[in-house]
């Protein structure tokens, strides 16, 4: 580790070493101007000889641009928003751009406050993700802005959304294909849009197939295995759960084992996330729906880029979901 | 959204609407030069009016400084990452500092471009962290770096690291506090520091109230119900388990209450790493050991901050953990 100071060389210890100017050195290293080829060699080698990097700082500066986007995100656990942003900072590597982290911690002053920094650092565009999947105001700022999982309330914004109606009925359409004709659903917080959402799909989907009305509570493997025994008081008939949630659907196939109820023979499980650690520990494994929220980053970058350019694509861009299938609606 | 050209205000626009001219609005923003105070207030009040926020490349162009750090991660999945990464980020903002998202995806090709590519934007300092606590080559930059989690294999660097061999201490003399005496260890690969460091301190603290060899397997659920079946075999009489994670610890709790031995009653448990989705719907709730990850991160941000301004601590600096006391030792 050394500071910087001594260590950094210098275009003009380049061109020192080169035995030119300064002025030439330069042109050599952006292959501008009129020189001799073996000067130009000459350049290069003494650059490559004392690990010269140039200052990409020139180049944003002349160009008016940092290639730079900031991502503001609310979400510091961060289960959502962190393959969003890995998905994002994929895409953005891929041409060159940095991604700037700003977690708000759901605080609105650090909001505003990162977003003055932002703005004088003259980051090119910003991506804004949430936690939950409820609309949000937008933020004001003089560049272009792309909203990702939470859309902003203004239509006349960008933002990229998962399709959660879609994911939902694809869980009962995979249910009815396999023979399942009496359909409960167990899911999270009616006041949660996602749950609501996913909720209004299932009865939709199921039609005649679906048996009462979908139970709500927390999101938690706790609640699904006391929605269980509440399901199972009223319909000990059911042949399918469609659940809001991996966690809980995991809690769904803990408690119908522990009531002797076999998975998927008696009774097929779906989950929803594909949220490895549930899915995947669950006994049996999940059925369940995997958001592609690395693909919905990636997405999210390129419409940014696309705005920064000049181009934006304003409106909510629904993206759709994959359906897992494994052994809680197959069987092994 | 709108492209920045046109709405931007520049220092220009500024001064024409406070009729003064532009090196008299800088001096007046700036809080330089002799200027009337009813001047620089017009001025104030013309770049309230516009909206206009002062260019921070200038500052960092002339102090030589980015305000910017990078984070290089190998660790996609983030779970020890995320959390350092927070901590660093909350840290580097209090002080204006931006921080740079890089995830190397485990490719070192991605790791060299990356160093190239923060090089040339003059970041200030470089945080790398990985997935795994083994040491890892240092990476060969001319400006302050700082390790976290995985420490540098030069011991001039500076690295920060998590206590393992104290976390797991803990747990031992917790268990030993509450009366057991036959304790058992389980934890993951023999070819992971981690397991190694936790069982070699297990073993070391829990003196002759250990039982049998500490068992290696993978780091989940599943392993940690096989090991209570192997362990059981050998020793039914222990009366407590120490695990590795608390996925090990989750898999063991459920095991034993399949096989009606009451936790903690008959068998105390504890994990490692405090991961909430993992401790807290363990059955029962795990006593468990908080690495302090974020905690972490904001000490690796304030040395580099610290060798940034001429002042390195190399060498290796190892943070204690905490232990949390739940039901699977405390009863309820």
């Known amino acids: 580790m050394a500071s910087r100071g001594p260590s950094l060389p210098r275009i003009t210890d380049v ?8 002025s030439t050195a330069s042109k050599a290293l952006n292959d501008t101007g009129q020189l001799r080829p073996e000067t130009r060699e000459r350049v290069r080698r ?23 986007v900031g991502l503001i995100t609310t979400d510091s656990s961060g289960r959502f928003s962190i393959p969003i942003m890995l998905g994002a900072e994929d895409a953005l590597s891929a041409g060159e751009m940095a991604l700037v982290l700003c977690d708000t911690r759901d605080d609105p002053l650090r909001e505003s406050h990162y977003l003055k920094s932002l703005v004088s650092r003259r980051v090119d565009g910003i991506i804004v993700t949430g936690r939950r999947t409820e609309p949000r105001p937008p933020i004001d700022v003089p ?26 009925s694809s869980t009962v359409q995979h249910l009815l294909a396999l023979g399942r004709r009496r359909i409960a659903h167990i899911s999270g917080p009616s006041t949660h849009r996602s749950a609501l ?14 048996v009462g009305e979908p139970l709500h509570g927390e999101w938690s493997e706790r609640w699904g295995r006391h929605a269980v025994d509440v399901l199972l008081r009223t319909a000990p008939d059911v042949d399918a759960i469609s659940c809001g949630s991996d966690q809980i659907a995991r809690g769904v196939c803990d408690r119908l084992r522990e009531l002797g109820r076999a998975v998927p023979e008696d009774i097929a499980v779906t989950g929803y996330d594909n949220w490895s650690v549930m899915a995947l520990a669950s006994r049996p494994p999940l059925t369940t729906v995997d958001l592609e929220l690395e693909q919905l980053g990636r997405r999210t970058a390129h419409l940014l880029l696309d705005a920064i350019s000049g181009t934006p694509a304003p409106g909510v861009h629904s993206l759709p979901t994959r359906l897992i299938p494994r052994e809680s609606t197959l069987g092994t």
Chains 1, 2 share one sequence.
């Open 143 to 168: 560049i272009p802005v792309v909203y990702a999982f939470s859309a902003s309330t203004n239509p006349e914004d960008t933002s990229v959304m998962v399709d959660d109606h879609g994911g939902a």
């Open 197 to 210: 959402t996913r909720a209004a799909a299932t009865v939709e989907t199921a039609g005649d197939a679906l």
């Open 46 to 68: 003494a650059a490559e000889q004392l690990g010269f990097t140039p200052d990409s700082r020139g180049r944003a500066l002349s160009s008016g641009r940092s290639f730079t």
């Open 15 to 22: 061109a020192a070493l080169a035995g030119v100017s300064t």
